[in-house]
């Protein structure tokens, strides 16, 4: 039986500074990404005191971003397929930066939840599409194995480090900061990634059902609404009605 595995000490295989570069260019966005599931617990009490937001609504800010990310990540896995993961991962790379600054320059709670809700949605792009660039940029065995692993550790160190980060910034530049922070990756990802990072596309994508995605999503948001307002104001017709 012959095995079609690539050959470890092929040299052709070998990456080159370009794809190393590229790497850390990848492993940045993805700590950022991983940063803001952690980074918002020690803002709330300068956000409360600023924005004043009802408890249901403080909820929602801290919730809404991990409730986008997790429903719209094979949504954005298959868009990456579809149209090109560079493509995805720039243009999610993009409405991360902006709409981390309108989450650091908003005045009301509503607009809060709304930009931590576009934030999910955008970092929704980066998990799948530097993962699935990274597997293609190393074609060496080893290399690709060391680069995932890699990228496994700036996902774990910015969940981490994003509390100790955030109380730095928050102490120092108030609450706001915690979002402006992401903004200057971003920027390095849009202006180095079309230079280092190649373009990948699966000729054998399925079919997206985005409906079906968004049912599930509205579904899940519903039940929780729900949920929050009966923990906020009791078990009435309109919390029984979202669940």
């Keep these: 039986m012959h095995s079609f595995a690539p050959d470890a000490s092929d040299p052709s295989l070998k990456a080159t500074r370009r794809e190393w570069i590229g790497l850390a260019v990848l492993a940045l966005p993805c700590m950022v990404y991983s940063m803001d599931l952690t980074v918002l617990n020690l803002a709330i009490p300068s956000l ?14 801290i919730d809404i971003y991990g ?25 999610g790379a993009a409405a991360f930066g902006v709409m981390s600054i309108v989450a650091a320059f908003s005045k009301s709670a509503q607009t809060l939840i709304l930009a931590r809700a576009a934030l999910g949605v ?14 293609n940029m190393f ?15 700036a996902f ?11 109380g730095a910034l928050i102490q120092s530049f108030g609450w706001a900061s915690v979002f402006i922070a992401g903004v200057p990756v971003m ?5 180095l990634g079309p ?29 929780i609404y729900g949920l929050k307002r009966a923990a906020e104001a009791g078990f009435g017709a309109e919390s029984l009605a979202s669940m």
């Design 48 to 61: 409360t005191a600023e924005l004043r937001p009802s408890a249901s609504q403080l909820l929602w800010i």
């Design 67 to 91: 409730f986008m990310v997790a429903g719209f990540l094979m949504i954005m896995g298959g868009l990456g397929d579809r149209i090109g993961r560079r493509k995805v991962l720039l243009l």
């Design 122 to 135: 955008a970092g929704a792009t980066l998990a799948p599409s530097t993962l699935s660039l990274i597997t």
């Design 139 to 153: 074609r060496n065995p080893q290399e690709r194995t060391f680069a995932v692993s890699m990228w496994i550790s």
């Design 156 to 166: 774990s160190a910015g969940a981490i480090i994003g509390p100790l980060v955030g």
């Design 187 to 191: 920027i390095l990802l849009l202006v």
């Design 195 to 223: 230079t280092l990072l190649p373009e990948y596309r699966d000729p054998k994508a399925g079919r997206l059902d985005f409906v079906s995605a968004l049912l599930s999503l509205t579904a899940v948001l519903s039940f």
